[in-house]
């Protein structure tokens, strides 16, 4: 496919790479530990108010996208959102660190909620290309 070929050649890749979409969800559950994880391939850790550490079981060389949602039972100003990644290393998974945040805008143990999330990371080292034309 031309377009997806040009799309590796602007990004300076020399071959098209593999990506890896990864998905899951748990259960917010206030100051205790997150419950009810979606998927396999991960763990969950809560490692202060608010604050979620995702680890993948393998790593990974670059993290193309993210999206992370809060799903809540009624209609709210909470969210969920991430906060910073890693792309891990020989002895260690890539993470995902996740906060929730209250409608106030600070980390905060939410009591209920499912926060969901999507990464998308690839085997392959991106890099913007020396120029671009179009």
């Not at 959102?81 to 143990?109: C, P, Y």
């Not at 990371?121 to 120029?131: E, G, K, R, V, Y």
Request: hydrophobic content about 40%.
């Amino acid at each position: 496919m031309k377009f997806s070929g040009w799309i590796s050649q602007a990004l300076g890749l020399t071959t098209t790479p593999k990506r890896f979409t990864l998905e899951g969800s748990f259960t917010c559950n206030g100051a205790a530990a997150a419950t009810s994880p979606k998927a396999a391939g991960y763990s969950v850790r809560r490692t202060g108010t608010g604050t979620y550490v995702v680890t993948f079981d393998r790593p990974f060389r670059a993290l193309v996208s993210c999206n992370v949602t809060l799903q809540q039972a009624t209609a709210g100003n909470d969210c969920a959102f991430l906060v910073s990644s890693t792309l891990g290393s020989a002895s260690a998974g890539a993470t995902l660190t996740i906060e929730t945040q209250s409608v106030a805008g600070t980390a905060a143990n939410l009591a209920a909620g499912t926060v969901h999330f999507q990464a998308i990371f690839t085997d392959a080292t991106l890099s913007a290309p020396a120029s671009t034309s179009v």
